[in-house]
């Protein structure tokens, strides 16, 4: 008998830390995780299986198969945004390639169980390219299907892959005879920038929200690379987590589009600082932008509309921006470096 498995990639990531110990709390599920890293110590009890290795070696993937009954793939493996522009072919590989070899292993799962795959895919602010600086003071908040012309590498692969998901959903192989028989349950979020107390981001462009504070809290000066005007939405790892949980969880019926925008809050760089000022008044902060990483941020907007993900879902994030610094993100990193 092979058995029942939710499916992590990215598991040391950000969101993958946040979901495996969320997932893993519950108890009532069979988590197995993947990440080319070792597991993170701390996610080993909650994992029934790791495997280290690579979303590009399909022999792995295909050795999946014969061990487990994988209900739910969340795909979270991915070079971000600042990373990806220092390889872009690379970033495209395991970006691209990397998911559709992932849709593969999910339409040959549903095959087998004869019973449709959850595809849980986190995509980003990133698919969005606005004109400029100026252009994002006009555009305001924006839907899901305006305004996506993205310039980064990062970007490009994750409105693709969003399309992608939707062709495995609905047209994959549409000229062979048993076409029906194939049911990707794709499901998208469009992240905005991630903030989390426990893990710090690595190799994105709204990373300068998460070390401005995470420096400030171990005592390490930091130099913010986007100008104090800059304006960005995010959301705290809590309700990231939240977020994919409603959505895997939504009857599928309910859901009008593939792809769905969330965000919680949009402050400045400067309101930012401000507030980890506030908790940290020793802390060294200073603003030195670097022009083309700026470019990159004034090309994401300001703000983005999640009123279809309230509409279909009931989507509410649990924490505006007092309640993600107040409530969340000061108390637990204040205890994670004082206990460090
Ligand atoms: C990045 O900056 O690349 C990511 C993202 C916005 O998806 N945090």
Redesign the pocket.
Known sequence: MRKDVVLITGANG?IGHGLIAHLGERKNLSIVAMDVQPLDKTLEPYCERFIQGDILDTMLLGRLVAEFEIRTIFHLASI?????EYNPETAHRVNVEGTLNLLRLAVEQSQWQGRPVQFIY?????AYGLAGAADKDKCGKVTEDECCNPI?M?GCN?LYCEHLGQYYMLHYKQLAADHSSVHVDFRCLR????ISSVTI?T?????YGPEMLHHAAQGIPYACFVRPDTR?PFMVMPDAIKSLLDLASAPRENLKQHVYNVTSFSPTAMEFYNRVKKAFPDSIITFEPDNARQSIVDT?PADIDDSAATRDWGWKPDYDEDRAFDEYLVPSIKARYQSA
Not at 80 to 84: G, R, V
Not at 122 to 126: L, N, Q, R
Not at 191 to 194: E, N
Not at 203 to 207: E, I, K, L, N, R
């Open positions: 950000e971000l945004s600042t990373k990806a986190p995509s980003s602010i990133a980064t990062y994750k992240f905005p920038g991630l981001p190799g994105g462009t709204s990373d960005l994401w």
